[in-house]
């Protein structure tokens, strides 16, 4: 008797925790993780996978990924390939089908956003990493909102339970992004139609946002190594327009990047797409466009 009340004791305990459990997130990369966490707040545990300096088209995937995904509720991807060469083969492997195509808990924020830099044809001898068009759209303000609010859709429909408080963080973040945005622009609207050199193709949602353009790039073809003759003709563009400014994400050659910048006069600076890829930015988008859109100001108002 004594033992089966303990029993049943046990499966109570087991069922309270059921209620209170908290929906297992992962996310690919730290910007949706940071969105998951401001979304799902204390009804949420969230796990990213890439880290915030690692390139996003070539994650290191080690085997603990699927384990993590194989106890996840909610998977959130930017889709559009970004993942493309690294996320499939865990997926398959974790065997979770709440995470399947199609599922709520799968959620690929590219859904339903207009890409850039779509090719008319699909050939990947050109530009391979960006065959189905420009995955780096989370580096315009305006897909967060649309990816926070993809977010909050998939947590309502996983937990439907917990809607009025994913609604209510919903509304809190977009108030807070709104606010950003309008000074955001106000700071990079003195630079509008200046050019800057990238590194790889990572900012063409960024420049049309903000009214500036990326759109020289020491890689020839996104993915593919600076060549001698590609630095030249940047080399030369950079003098010709007085380019200024060269960005450089955390796992893009600083070296080769400073080596243009030294026969140009220009500054090399320290850019990331992902909350945590430069410094004070840790778990919070915000923060990371707050400070890349500081730093941008400044080094385009330096003589
Ligand atoms: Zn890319």
Do not use: C
């Not at 992962?26 to 880290?51: E, I, P, R, Y």
């Amino acid at each position: 008797m004594k033992a089966l009340k303990n029993y049943l004791m046990i499966l109570m305990a087991g069922a309270a925790l059921a209620a209170d459990a908290k929906l297992n997130v992962v996310a690919t990369t730290t910007d949706f993780g940071a969105l998951a966490q401001a979304v799902g707040g204390d009804l949420v545990n969230v796990t990213v996978l890439a880290k915030a300096t690692e390139d996003p088209h070539f994650v290191d995937a080690k085997p603990s990924y699927i384990v993590k995904l194989n106890r996840a509720d909610v998977l959130i991807e930017g889709g559009a390939e970004l993942e493309g060469g690294w996320l499939p083969p865990l997926l398959d492997g974790s065997r979770n089908p709440k995470l399947a195509a199609g599922q709520p808990g799968h959620i690929a924020i590219s859904e339903g956003l207009a890409m850039l830099e779509v090719p008319a044809e699909l050939d990947r001898s050109k530009g391979d990493l960006h065959a189905k068009g420009n995955p780096h759209f989370m580096t315009d303000p305006e897909s967060a909102r649309h990816a926070a609010k993809r977010i909050a859709d998939g947590f309502m429909a996983v937990d439907p339970g917990h809607k009025d408080a994913f609604g209510k963080n919903l509304q809190t973040w977009l108030t807070l992004l709104d606010a950003k945005l309008l000074a955001w622009q106000k700071q990079l609207a003195p630079y509008a139609g200046r050019r800057i050199a990238a590194f790889h193709n990572s900012w063409p949602y960024f420049a049309r946002r903000f009214g500036v353009k990326m759109d020289l790039f020491l890689e020839p073809k996104p993915g593919i190594p600076p060549s001698p003759a590609q630095l030249a003709s940047v080399l030369e563009a950079m003098k010709r327009e007085r380019i200024k400014v060269i960005i450089i994400e955390p796992y893009q050659s600083k070296h080769m990047a400073s080596s243009v910048a030294q026969q140009t006069g220009a500054t090399v600076l320290d850019f990331a797409q992902y909350p945590g890829g430069v410094k004070g930015t840790e778990g919070d988008y915000l923060a990371l466009l707050d400070k890349l859109v500081t730093t941008l100001a400044a080094a385009l108002a330096a003589k």
